[in-house]
């Protein structure tokens, strides 16, 4: 970077920057964010884009289990998604899809059949033969194994936009539950690039993406329209913990961003 580079940067650089994030410093005190615990059965909840891709992923929570979470939440007109999400998942599902194939492939690919080798010498020895048996018990079942393998790969390679995951958020994802707030894109752009020129949450550490990693600070826009719009607390429900959501510690997200939890406030008034 030049000098003149340098300097330009510099000029650009709101010093009173603190007063724009925090406008209202007389309430900074009394500001406490109440725990999920004390609102998680009356709040919306509002899914991200990596919360959607879960299913796609190994986990703990069945496919069944998690469909019966969000159609009791949209049930209940609870269950948010913003539009920018709902664009993203479409975005990245294909790759989560191709991924679990690769995955499937590779592991088949990598099942070898045992074997011990042949010795005459050792033919007599009861163990011997006890171990060729079972060899043969065992390189029948990874016969089996990689067969039944093969039929679960092919079965992935047929689906087009019809695989479990997708099937069941057509059916529970009603246009009522995806959100899109009404913006100014010219000054959504100005923002975002204040935004990561100053090292701001959300979506900072973004700022290296072709699209200037946007899509954080539209989810952003999208929750603070729901809390105004609706009065109530909001549960964002994400897989994100980088430095432009959470305070961090010991490559551990702690809690959300002060900046983002006062914005929401003066928003919200909640």
Do not use: C
């Not at 079972?134 to 990689?146: F, R």
């Amino acid at each position: 970077m030049s000098p003149n580079q340098g300097k330009s940067e510099q000029s650009e650089v709101d010093i009173f920057i603190a007063n724009r994030i925090f406008p209202d410093a007389t309430s900074l005190f009394a500001n406490v964010l109440k725990p999920v615990e004390d609102i998680k059965d009356n709040a919306i909840i509002v899914l991200d884009t990596n919360t959607l891709l879960v299913p796609y992923t190994t986990g703990t929570n069945s496919l069944n289990q998690i469909q019966k979470i969000y159609r009791e939440l949209v049930q209940n007109n609870r269950l948010i998604i913003p539009a920018q999400a709902a664009r993203e998942f479409v975005k990245n599902r294909p790759t989560k899809i191709a991924e679990v194939y690769q995955q499937l492939t590779r592991k088949n690919s990598s099942q070898h059949k045992f074997d011990i080798g042949k010795y005459p010498l050792l033919e007599s020895l009861e163990a011997y033969k006890e171990t060729l048996e079972i060899e043969k018990e065992i390189n029948e079942l990874i016969k089996k194994y990689t067969k039944a393998i093969s039929s679960v790969i092919d079965h992935i390679s047929g689906w087009t936009w019809n695989d479990p995951v997708s099937l069941i958020y057509a059916e529970i994802f009603n246009k009522s539950v995806i959100i899109e707030p009404e913006i100014d894109q010219n000054k959504v752009k100005e923002d975002l690039k204040n935004l990561i020129l100053h090292k701001n949450p959300p979506g900072y550490k973004d700022g290296g993406k072709p699209d200037l990693g946007i899509g954080d600070l539209l989810i952003w826009l999208t929750i603070l329209e729901i809390g105004k719009s609706n009065k109530s607390h909001v549960i964002f429900v994400s897989g994100e913990e980088k430095h432009d959501w959470f305070y961090r510690s010991e490559k551990k997200a702690l809690y959300p961003r002060y900046e983002l939890v006062d914005e929401f406030r003066r928003n919200t008034r909640e």
